[in-house]
T-cell receptor, first 119, second 112 residues
Framework: AQKITQTQPGMFVQEKEAVTLDCTYD???????LFWYKQPSSGEMIFLIY??????QNATEGRYSLNFQKARKSANLVISASQLGDSAMYFC????????????????FGQGTILTVHP | NAGVTQTPKFRVLKTGQSMTLLCAQD?????MYWYRQDPGMGLRLIHY???????AKGEVPDGYNVSRLKKQNFLLGLESAAPSQTSVYFC???????????FGPGTRLTVL
């Protein structure tokens, strides 16, 4: 079974509007971390935001916020006030276990969602 | 700081040829990783290393070997390239106890 599922192959949003990219995950670990990365057409992987499983508040980084619903095992990325430069592939990823534990920081990635921002 | 660098950026191989991809990081990170990215499949872990002289298999290790003789370098080798190894290869590194992985720019490999 897939550990990270991104069900939206592609999403479209109008400039200046908000958009939510979905991510659900599967793990039996109590301690884990969830990540979102952005991959523009140039190909590099850009870290956006991180949520630890024990973090009580949803993570926020500027226009990015992570809507963490632990019971539903979902970690959706919300981008507010979309910009043309937000057009890219977005990956959700998970690290099982503690950051300093025997997972050694290994990440499992979803298949990605292509976001297109229209002017 | 250059961060994570990868050499080469592009390479075309013929089936059966061998090559080595080099990853270097200047952040003194303990952990290093090699991923491959195929269309529609996200990134998958090939091998990883938790310190100098140590390596371990990831999700898709077959056909690849790795070495980490120096802390700052992580080499990925293809002994006999196959068309199925056509992919974009990413190296990443992270620090012990920290959550963020830093990625290199990627190497686009085509095997004919």
């Amino acid at each position: 079974a897939q550990k990270i599922t991104q069900t939206q192959p592609g999403m479209f949003v109008q400039e200046k509007e908000a958009v939510t990219l979905d991510c659900t995950y599967d793990t039996s670990d109590q301690s884990y971390g969830l990540f979102w990365y952005k991959q523009p057409s140039s190909g590099e992987m850009i870290f956006l935001i991180y949520q630890g499983s024990y973090d009580e508040q949803n993570a926020t980084e500027g226009r990015y916020s992570l809507n963490f619903q632990k019971a539903r095992k979902s970690a959706n990325l919300v981008i507010s006030a979309s910009q043309l430069g937000d057009s890219a592939m977005y990956f959700c990823a998970m690290r099982e276990g503690n950051a300093g534990g025997t997972s050694y920081g290994k990440l499992t990635f979803g298949q990605g969602t292509i976001l297109t921002v229209h002017p | 700081n250059a961060g994570v660098t990868q050499t080469p950026k592009f390479r075309v191989l013929k089936t059966g040829q061998s090559m080595t991809l080099l990853c270097a990081q200047d952040m003194n990170h303990e952990y290093m990783y090699w991923y491959r990215q195929d269309p529609g499949m996200g990134l998958r872990l090939i091998h990883y290393s938790v310190g100098e002289g140590t390596t371990a298999k990831g999700e898709v290790p077959d056909g690849y070997n790795v070495s980490r003789l120096k802390k700052q370098n992580f080499l990925l080798g293809l002994e006999s390239a196959a068309p199925s190894q056509t992919s974009v290869y990413f190296c990443a590194s992270s620090s012990l106890g920290r959550y963020e992985q830093f990625f290199g720019p990627g190497t686009r490999l085509t095997v004919l």
